[in-house]
């Protein structure tokens, strides 16, 4: 259980969301990040370690490419469901906790981790722990990156003119309704979800109802999800303090510079000397 100044920060293991790993994966079909991250592992050559890789949505293009990667994830149903996917490609899938795998002597040439899956590293210790292991198994010639959403708070203006942008707007709202889907089996699911945020932790709180019918009954599943937001600064001083230079910082996928706009903060990193 993750812990801020000696209290429970979370009550749960943050890992509810993916307990369905075939929904998940009809939830988030989209190739973002591929491209980016495969020109990293072209850039750098293999082999490549993917840190929190699910259900392997970029490991396995960037395996399809023909570089021999390594996809570490702590959820056992994740990495099934990744099997099942990548059979016949050159990836090795391994159960463990991003901040205390060990693979010995092998180092990487690329380390990635995708899908704001940085923001699951909750606390100071979690994400220094992270790049320990991180900067013990790269490469000395190697490249480590990440994204991470850009924590921005909105004017009211702004949330006016753009009320469902990209912005996630750090602040504790009432349960608000989001679009249908349709799930694996075929149901029509109804889901909202409520969010709180903890100032001082940095942490935004998310919980999420998904209601469906089986025959005249309603069911109900709740999951929660806890986020750590980092701000620029402190993510450089971060990197910095933990073995890392910032070779190159993006504000979006098209490798715009990051501003105030932009929606998310990618980093890509080298070993301090």
């Not at 990635?112 to 490469?139: I, W």
């Not at 490798?255 to 000397?273: D, M």
């Amino acid at each position: 259980m993750a812990t801020f100044g000696g209290r429970p920060l979370i009550d749960h293991d943050n890992l509810e969301e993916y307990a369905d790993p075939v929904d998940y994966d009809r939830q988030d079909s989209s190739d973002t990040g591929v491209a980016f991250y495969a020109a990293l592992a072209q850039e750098t050559g293999g082999p490549v370690l993917e840190i929190a890789c699910g259900t392997g949505r970029v490991a396995i293009p960037i395996a399809r490419r023909g570089f021999a990667v390594t996809g570490l994830d702590v959820v056992p149903g994740m990495l099934q469901r990744a099997r099942s996917k990548a059979a016949g490609l050159p990836i090795r899938w391994v159960e463990g906790d991003a901040r205390d795998f060990d693979f010995g002597e092998e180092r990487f040439r690329l380390i990635f981790l995708t899908g704001n899956a940085f923001q699951a590293f909750l606390t100071n210790a979690d994400q220094e722990a992270l790049l320990g292991r991180v900067r013990a198994h790269l490469h000395d010639e190697g490249l480590f990156a990440f994204e991470t959403r850009n924590p921005r708070w909105r004017t009211r203006e702004e949330r006016d003119e753009d009320p469902d942008g990209l912005f996630v707007d750090l602040e504790t709202r009432a349960e608000e309704a989001l679009p249908p889907h349709t799930d694996a089996e075929g149901r029509e699911v109804r889901e909202s979800r409520t969010r709180t945020y903890d100032h001082v932790a940095q942490v935004l709180h998310w919980t999420t109802y998904r209601r469906w019918h089986e025959g005249a009954q309603e069911r109900t599943k709740i999951t929660r999800t806890a986020l750590r937001y980092t701000f620029p600064q402190e993510l450089a001083a971060l990197l910095h303090y933990n073995g890392f230079t910032i070779a190159r910082r993006y504000g979006d996928w098209n490798g715009e510079p990051l501003t105030a706009a932009s929606p998310s903060i990618i980093v890509v990193c080298r070993k301090r000397a």
